[in-house]
Every structure is written in structure tokens, then in C-alpha cells.
């Protein structure tokens, strides 16, 4: 099977966390500020599938699927990009933590900054969507504006304070899992598929995801939804549930369990990077290749320096032939390293390199 274990790629997530922990808080919030931004279009292509009054009246089981299948267009984008999105950090650096590779401060920062950066990522989409209100944006009449304000009532209003937490749960549970699932495969098409239907999965059930809801709520309350939604309303009664709900879904049904089978008890999970490549070259060859260019630039380096000392009157190390240590293994000939050398050759002796001017 072309695919990593779900040991292995356990492991790569707890490496991924903790990578992601130390990286510059102006990073994380870029990054998060991408994922936010880039999540959005696929809500946005979701809620425009999904604005069409004769199926939502006569058969709004299939229109709802049809939206569902749109929708992971975004995470697609966000993944495949390495953008960042909150509700995967619940994974990541749940594993890392568990794992003592991060810190719990290292964890409540970059939950904290993505957190922030898909907000305004989300609402930076919302507005450019929105900007156009003069002469008719995307969602500011007819069945496109009917449908924002409904889909809005159904995920803020109409629900109870618990329900929304417990469909955060589920949430991002099948997201955490379709992240997880994408991180296994090897290729792209495989983690496209990977993503798509455990994020069709969610988004068909109708389960409350607290970075979509960046988008799909705000866009209401901008194109003057009734009362109650408002903002105070919809950070108490959506964000906070979907956001709790969203971490103990990621964190505790992915992060937690997988961490718990195949990382706790200082269990070493070995990970080989020896899948085939694009061109019938194995990674491991790929791998060597890179190695062998390493050291000779590294010769080539040396060769350039010592060349530099014989014209400042320093020559003898070159004059007596100096001695660099290589790998049997490699073989190297450089013709010309630039215009002030004329010739110097590498030649294999054993296990050195011997270098001539």
C-alpha cells in the first residue's frame, strides 16, 4: 500500500505540531489568515449551490448533498497550500503535546493566532464578496440573499446552545480526519480524494464548523439579518459552542485517540520517505542524487577556497596536493569553476578525493 501507516502518520503529526508551534507568530498568522480566506470560497460556492428555492422546497435532501460535494473545494486549497485553519491546530498540537514535543503555552499561542488569523481571513473574503452592494453583489438580493439569511437562523438561531456544541464535536472530528487521512497518502490525487468525502461528509449533515462560520454568519448580520442575530449574539450562541465543541472533536476523537494507540508509552514509530516518484526514480535514489550534489558543491567550495589562498602567496596546501575526505562512493570531475581557474580535476583515490591545480 502506497500510503503511510496510521502510526507513522501519527508521528508525522505530532512532527507537524510541533513545527508549527515554533514557527514566527507573524507566519502562524498568515498562514492562518490564508486558510481562513481560502476555506471561505468553498463556503461562499457552497452557500450559491445551495440558493435554489424549488429544490430546497422539493427536494432539499439532494440540494443539500449537491452543496456538500462544493464544499471541500476550500479545505482542498488549504491543505494542498499548507495554510492553516484552527480547527486542524486542535489535531496537530493536541499530538504534540501529548507527545512533549510543545508546550501547553506553545499550544494556546498558535491556537490563539489562528484562531485570529481565520477570522480575518474569512471576513477579508466576506468583504470583497459583499463590496460590490451599489449595483448587486454576489448574495445581496433575490434567492442568493434569501438563502444567506436562512442558512444563518439555521446554524445561529434556530438551534440550542448544547446542539451546536455537539455538532462541533462531530464537526471536526471528520475534519481532523480527513487531514489525517490526507496526511497518509503520498500523492495528490489520492489526498484530494482523501479530503473530499469526509468533508462532504460533515458539511451534509449540516455539523457546525467554527471557521465556515466566520463566513456564513457575519455575511448575515452584514446584509441586515433580523433580530436576535447580531454580533454579541452570534459570538455567544455560535462561535463559543462550535469553537469547544471543534477542539474536543479534533483534539480529543483524532488527536487524542490516535495518540493514545500507536505514540503513548514512548512507542518509536519508524518512517521510511521510499515511495516512487514522478519520474520511476524511487525517494531513496532521489535522496542519494541530492547527497552526492551536496558534496560536490562542498569540493567545489573548498577547491574555490584553496584557490583563493594560492593567488594571496598561500598556495602549498594546493602545490602539495591537498586532501579532502569524501565517500568512496562518490565520484566527482569538475572541468571549470570560473574564469581565473583553468583546469581542476577531482579524481577518486579509495576514500579521498585527491584535488590538483
Request: glycine share 10%; charged share 15%.
Amino acid at each position: 500500500m502506497d500510503a503511510f501507516t496510521p502510526a507513522q502518520t501519527t508521528e508525522l503529526i505530532s512532527r507537524i505540531g510541533a513545527r508549527k508551534a515554533r514557527m514566527r507568530v507573524d507566519k502562524i498568522f498568515i498562514n492562518s489568515f490564508l486558510g481562513g480566506a481560502l476555506l471561505s470560497f468553498g463556503c461562499a460556492l457552497s452557500l450559491s449551490t445551495s440558493s435554489s428555492p424549488w429544490f430546497q422546497t422539493n427536494a432539499p435532501g439532494l440540494i443539500r448533498t449537491i452543496s456538500a460535494m462544493v464544499f471541500p473545494i476550500g479545505l482542498i486549497m488549504v491543505v494542498l497550500t499548507g495554510a492553516d485553519l484552527f480547527t486542524s491546530y486542535c489535531m496537530y498540537s493536541t499530538v504534540s503535546l501529548l507527545h512533549r514535543r510543545i508546550s501547553l503555552l506553545n499550544l494556546l499561542k498558535t491556537w490563539g493566532i489562528s484562531l485570529m488569523g481565520n477570522l480575518i481571513g474569512a471576513l477579508f473574503v466576506m468583504g470583497l464578496l459583499t463590496g460590490c452592494k451599489i449595483d448587486g453583489g454576489i448574495f445581496d438580493q433575490g434567492a442568493f440573499r434569501d438563502q444567506a439569511l436562512a442558512n444563518a437562523k439555521i446554524r445561529a438561531v434556530v438551534p440550542r446552545w448544547h446542539q451546536i456544541f455537539l455538532k462541533g464535536i462531530l464537526c471536526n472530528w471528520l475534519v481532523c480526519l480527513a487531514v489525517f487521512l490526507s496526511i497518509s497518502s503520498r500523492e495528490v490525487f489520492s489526498k484530494i480524494l482523501s479530503i473530499w468525502f469526509p468533508v462532504m461528509c460533515f458539511v451534509g449533515l449540516g455539523t457546525d464548523h467554527v471557521v465556515a462560520n466566520m463566513f456564513f454568519i457575519p455575511l448575515a448580520i452584514f446584509l441586515e439579518a433580523p433580530a436576535p442575530l447580531s454580533t454579541s449574539y452570534y459570538i455567544w450562541k455560535s462561535m463559543l459552542p462550535s469553537l469547544l465543541g471543534n477542539a474536543i472533536g479534533g483534539g480529543v476523537f483524532v488527536g487524542g485517540a490516535y495518540w493514545h494507540l500507536f505514540l503513548s508509552g514512548g512507542q518509536e514509530v519508524e518512517i521510511h520517505f521510499d515511495g516512487v516518484g514522478g519520474d520511476g526514480k524511487r525517494e531513496s535514489e532521489v535522496m542519494y542524487t541530492c547527497n552526492s550534489l551536496r558534496q560536490k558543491s562542498s569540493v567545489a567550495s573548498e577547491a574555490t577556497r584553496c584557490d583563493n589562498q594560492s593567488e594571496n602567496g598561500s598556495s602549498k596546501a594546493v602545490e602539495d596536493g591537498a586532501k579532502l575526505e569524501l565517500p568512496s562512493s562518490c565520484q566527482c570531475g569538475l572541468s571549470r569553476l570560473g574564469e581565473d581557474l583553468d583546469a581542476i580535476q577531482f579524481r577518486r583515490s579509495g576514500d579521498r578525493v585527491e584535488s590538483k591545480a
